[in-house]
């Protein structure tokens, strides 16, 4: 029989931050603990957007409104280093197009997310049939929030 502290000793252990979306200026997930001490928060202000959230006193985004535009604000702003330009990366996300909820998967005329997607990654297969690009999608997440339906969901990385 196999006691318990083995069996966990194998178990893989997630790290609760890899379920949020950072802003992408940063190292390391790890740094975004450091923002536990910062009082001012002046990312959140600084996102023009208004996608950056404070969840667990962290910033995070949240594609409900907008999508991000990489503009480097937040990064500007960031007095403890956890932002930086220097460390601009691609959104650690993967937009995928649920074809069960899209409306044009099922045989309605929509071009929402392809008419907002500045990077070209939504194509059609035909008139219908809308699939994502991951070589050209930044995950910005502008297509998540015009989605009538919200079929574009999002796979955290």
Do not use: H
């Not at 790290?15 to 200026?25: D, G, W």
């Not at 500045?118 to 008139?127: E, S, T, V």
């Not at 050209?136 to 999002?154: D, H, L, Q």
């Amino acid at each position: 029989m196999i006691n318990k502290s083995k069996r966990n000793f194998f178990r893989r252990v997630s790290s609760p931050l890899k379920s949020y979306i950072f802003p992408p200026y940063y190292e390391k997930k790890e740094d975004f603990l450091k923002c536990i001490e910062c009082e001012d928060k002046d990312c959140l202000n600084a996102c023009n957007e208004k996608i950056i959230v404070i969840e667990n006193e962290m910033p995070i985004i949240k594609f409900d409104k907008s999508g991000c535009t990489y503009c480097d604000e937040c990064a500007k702003v960031c007095k403890i280093g956890v932002l930086s330009i220097d460390k601009k990366r691609k959104i650690e996300a993967e937009m995928i197009i649920n074809p069960k909820k899209c409306i044009a998967w099922n045989q309605t005329i929509c071009f929402s997310c392809q008419d907002i997607c500045q990077d070209n990654a939504i194509q059609y297969k035909g008139m219908f049939y809308p699939i994502i690009d991951e070589n050209k999608c930044t995950s910005c997440g502008f297509c998540v929030s015009v989605c009538p339906t919200n079929a574009i969901e999002i796979k955290t990385l």
